[in-house]
């Protein structure tokens, strides 16, 4: 199974590929893995292999069978742009006046709504339970802030969101400029659990730590703790969009590194920047081995609560064999 194949997630169990000996493939051919994502929609990834062995079958198929898949625990974090831009609005199906600011269908009320699908979602899966899944919430605007952590349930209704998680949400409002850097600061908040009031991620030494960066426009606020980030690098008033200044991340994503934290930048709607170089595209670092894809655009309601639902994980191969006549090939396995 190559590395690169990716899967749905969060995901309850690892995914089939194909079984042996009823599924075959002949080498360098392409099949497709079938699986469910947290909504339980149906998906499905085409993957391309080459197979090499040191002897040859009797019917020239090589039989294949495995699975792939992340398991919960999870620490999931969603970083959402709440600056002045996110009241515009954007496409996609009608969501409404989600946080009832009096403004319906804007950027920010789809991100609220995305992010509530995802956890509607999670609380949908009888695998995916309180104990195995945390879920916190940073907001940034001019200054980035560290709202909290929640498990995804209600502790009296499994099946229901945590209200406490839903109002947090749905008072969102959009005002001010634009920080990333204040923003990353604050996840390291989250996944470091260096706030002794809200706490942080639980056991982040050993689940499987993700991060949501979504942003509608540039990053428009010096950083505080890079060398490369001196005021006047962002002109006289501090406020220059996407000027270098503003998009110098070095220290706070080494630290996120520290914890394994996959982090996907998400921008959301026309005037976000995924570009190379762009402040989004240096936080993302779930570059598509094949293709380079690390940060996406996205310019529709549907299509964000889908990347969020669909993120896809570039894993390791844990275990690999191959059969030849129903005897291993000793020398294939998972490290070559």
Do not use: H
């Amino acid at each position: 199974i190559p590395s690169d194949v990716p899967s749905d997630v969060p995901s309850d169990a690892p995914t089939k590929l194909f079984v042996c000996p009823d599924e075959t493939t002949n080498a360098a051919t392409q099949g497709t893995i079938f699986g469910s994502n947290a909504s339980g929609s149906t998906t499905s990834q085409t993957l391309q292999f080459d197979l090499f062995a040191s002897a040859f079958t009797s019917s020239g198929n090589a039989c294949i069978e495995g699975l792939i898949g992340v398991k919960p625990p999870f620490n999931i974090l969603f970083v959402i742009d709440v600056s002045g831009s996110t009241r515009k609005t954007f496409s996609g199906t009608a969501v409404g006046d989600v946080n009832g600011d009096g403004i319906s269908n804007t950027i920010l009320d789809a991100q609220i709504d995305s992010i509530l699908k995802v956890v509607d979602a999670i609380v949908s899966t009888p695998s995916l339970t309180n104990d195995n899944v945390n879920i916190g919430i940073v907001t940034f605007s001019t200054f980035a802030s560290y709202e909290g952590n929640w498990p995804p349930a209600d502790e009296g209704n499994p099946y229901a969101i945590n209200p406490g998680l839903e109002t947090t949400l749905k008072a969102l409002r959009g005002r001010g400029y634009t920080n990333f850097d204040d923003a990353l600061d604050k996840a390291i908040v989250y996944f470091e659990g260096s706030d002794s009031i809200k706490g942080g991620a639980p056991d982040v030494n050993t689940r499987t730590n993700r991060m949501y960066f979504l942003s509608d426009g540039l990053p428009t606020q010096c950083g505080d703790d890079d060398p490369d980030t001196a005021e006047d690098w962002c002109g006289a008033d501090e406020v220059f969009n996407d000027f270098a200044g503003a998009t110098v991340f070095t220290s706070e994503l080494l630290r996120l590194g520290l914890y394994s934290v996959d982090n996907y930048a998400i921008g959301v709607g026309l005037d976000s920047d995924v570009s190379a170089g762009s402040g989004l595209d240096k936080i993302d670092n779930t570059e598509n081995p094949k293709t380079g894809d690390k940060a996406v655009q996205v310019t529709t309601t549907d299509a964000l609560t889908s990347i969020i639902l669909e993120s896809p994980v570039y894993a390791e191969v844990l275990d690999f064999r191959v059969e030849l006549n129903g005897a291993v090939v000793a020398d294939v396995d998972e490290t070559s």
